[in-house]
């Protein structure tokens, strides 16, 4: 099973490299300017997702963003989804039903992709291809990802870590980098 895994991955890195970037509005915006902000990331447990929900409530609060949406992917089946993804506002979820066989989202991400945030952050660490898919499928008029994923190429505004780890130390850069109102 691990062996078709890498291979239906081997194959959606393909595709996805040849898949051709949407016609969109490229800009500039902070977090002072920004009035709409969607999150994707990996669902990995109910602690990392509690901090993404925190996050999205920091930025509406400190930054006066009107929307901040959550699109989250949960790698386990439709009937396995977790209780705290389930109908929360402003949030969405797919799942591994909602992939094609080389792990391209078709169900469940068409309206997300298609809205015109001002800035879209990546919080998967960027080696997801499905995450990837949306990220490259996004009309965003920003991206933000991770310096030396494979991400980075979709990215128009890109934070390095370097040897810091972790997602309070990458809220701290996006905070420090987004906020700063001379970024356009």
């Excluded at 949407?22 to 990331?41: D, E, H, L, M, T």
């Excluded at 977790?82 to 039903?97: A, C, G, K, M, Y």
């Excluded at 972790?166 to 980098?177: F, S």
């Amino acid at each position: 099973m691990k062996f078709l895994n890498s291979i239906r991955a081997a194959i959606g890195k393909r595709m996805l490299a040849k898949e051709i970037e949407p016609v969109r509005i490229r800009q500039g915006f902070n977090f002072n300017s920004a009035k709409r902000v969607a999150i994707v990331y990996l669902d990995s447990d109910e602690d990392f997702f509690k901090k993404i929900k925190q996050y999205t409530n920091f930025l509406k609060s400190s930054y006066g963003i009107k929307s901040v949406h959550m699109m989250g992917f949960v790698n386990r089946s439709e009937k396995q989804v977790p209780i705290w993804q389930q109908h929360v506002l402003e949030s969405d979820f797919f799942t591994r039903n909602d992939l094609n066989w080389y792990l391209r989202p078709v169900k469940r991400i068409s309206n997300f992709i298609v809205e015109d945030f001002d800035i879209l952050i990546d919080f998967s660490g960027g080696e997801s291809v499905p995450i990837n898919f949306v990220i490259k499928e996004s009309k965003a008029h920003m991206k933000v990802g991770l310096k030396g994923s494979a991400a980075e190429k979709y990215s128009d505004f890109i934070i390095d870590m370097s040897n810091q780890f972790g997602i309070a130390k990458y809220v701290e850069q996006l905070n420090l980098y987004l906020s700063n109102p001379h970024i356009k």
